[in-house]
């Protein structure tokens, strides 16, 4: 009996756990919400687009700038060793950043910034925003081991405090060239000194034979993890950097701003969806059940979730987007109707996240990212060259997007043993209902004079 109960503490405590963590994440988001109208206006599609390609070549740098060993900090047993490595982490980043500093320098002193911005300025943007990001990774990555969640339920809050009390007045004084690039920094930096409170005081190390202890005894960590981020990361990242190159920083201003938008759902929602299919997966998995059935039904509760939303999102998205944010955004809001329905399959994809790790079929989800790059860029080039319309460039990226990731599933469900036509049939079914949803509101709203575009 007092097992019992002790081990309902422990549940408890656990979902307390990670009720701080998506409370202070809530909290972060709805600031982000309230703020985006004014920083939006403030600031222009140009600025917020140059940022999204800012963080977009931090994100691809950081797949490799700690050699894929911050995940490892979780498993090390002794506070030496943790420290051992941490100090370790924390210089190959610094070096990677300064190079990739110069790098980036030189590249935009050679190719000059098309919206005026000085080479040196975003070199030492870039430089920044790699150790920041990667820092503030490794620290949460620390004190997620030590459970220093309340520590950790703070971030997200500092973070938008930290930018919008800087973002702000720089705007109105007129800075507003570089203000918000400034004030995105100042919020990751306020993070990492919040953390690094109740982090060891040493972080850098020049000792040669602790990083031969590390490369030595962590070596599936940067031979394996190293490769796979970096390959999901350019992935991840490829639209916004084909869509800088193709299109400039005002196209990649609005699909940002849209894209921020879309994640807010997915990032709330559907990752605590996927969290509890990744445990029950494997838990049945261990038990030597099979996980078809229960992978199926989870799909199913995702559809059943999201389609409302969807539907309402494609219907309404770019009046909504207009209202919220100012007729300048328009263009955002078109552009946000058109990857709504990537963005279910998105959704789909993550409520079912580590599906091919507890099937053993990690091959599977290369194959489809390799396949989804192909088809990023198929699309995006073909939007410029052939139809020179970033609107039909997106449509044929989202839809090699869907096509994939519906291909993905079916050989999936294929290993389960669950008819691939049910799969078939329930996706389906709910892309003719948004669609047909979609389009009799479109309709009705054109009808009332609402909006003039179906």
Known sequence: M????KDKLKLSDAMKNVAKISGGTMAGQVISMITLPILTRMYGAVVIGNWALFQSIATIVNSFSDMGLTNAIMIEETEEASTRLYTVISTIILIISIITGVVVFIFYSIVPDESGIKSWFIALTILVLVITSQQSQVCYTWLNKKGEYNILMKNPVINQIAIIAIAIPLGLFGLKRYGYYVALIAGQIAMIIHMKRFLPKKMFN?????FRIVFRTRKTFWKYQLPTNLITN????LPTLLIKGLFGSEM???YSVSVRILNIPINLLATSIGRVYFHTASEMTRRGEEIGEYTYRNIIKAIKISIIPIIGMMAFGDIALTIFLGKNYETAGQIFRIVVLQNFFIFLMMASQGVTITLQKQKYAMISCIA???GYTIGLV?????FNSIYIGLVLMSGAYISIQIIYFCKLFQVMNISILRYLKSVG???LLIFSCTGMIRVLLLLLGITNTI
Do not use: F, M, V
Request: net charge negative; hydrophobic share 35%; aromatic share 12%.
């Open 372 to 374: 989804q790059s192909i």
């Open 382 to 386: 073909s939007g410029a060259y052939i």
């Open 2 to 5: 007092w097992k019992q109960i």
């Open 429 to 431: 079914l709910s892309i």
């Open 252 to 254: 990649l201003g609005y």
């Open 234 to 237: 350019i992935k991840n990242q």
């Open 206 to 210: 020049s000792d040669i034979d602790d």
